[in-house]
């Protein structure tokens, strides 16, 4: 693995755990040439997914843009940085394991949307006003009505 500090290639890995209940494993490692310690993340990964975007492009799927989108929803909220990892790998997972290598964004966009309708409300509501590009007051209001009538709802959020 190369260092990300002075690009040396030859690095140790000084401890090894697995994360993401077990779907990861963490390494930390250090830089035989500057000494600088880094961690890095091994996952399986099943097959290459293509995002296919409503303007007919086809872009590979990006772990780390779900996750950053992810990010901005959960921005403040009392979601542990575990429970997103746990997140994000289950909907890679079932992404994988559908057996088709080219997946419409709006079928992600619904993975994470019933994801988010689980574990926090308030993000849900942050991701839907993007996702579903509201214009106006009113379109949040229509969609927490619609939220507040949905069995997926987990009590006391």
Known sequence: MRCP???NEDTQVKDSRPTEDGAAIRRRRQCDKCG????TFERVQLRDLVVLKRSGRRVPFDRDKLARSLAIALRKRPIEQD???QMISGIVRKL???GESEVPSEIIGE??????HRLDSVAYVRYASVYKDFTEAS???DFIEEAEKSPT???GD
């Open 5 to 7: 500090f002075c690009q």
């Open 36 to 39: 600088s310690r880094f961690t």
């Open 83 to 85: 429970q997103i990892e």
């Open 96 to 98: 994988e394991s559908t």
């Open 111 to 116: 993975m994470v949307m019933e994801a988010l």
């Open 139 to 141: 379109d949040f209001a």
């Open 153 to 155: 709802r987990k009590g």
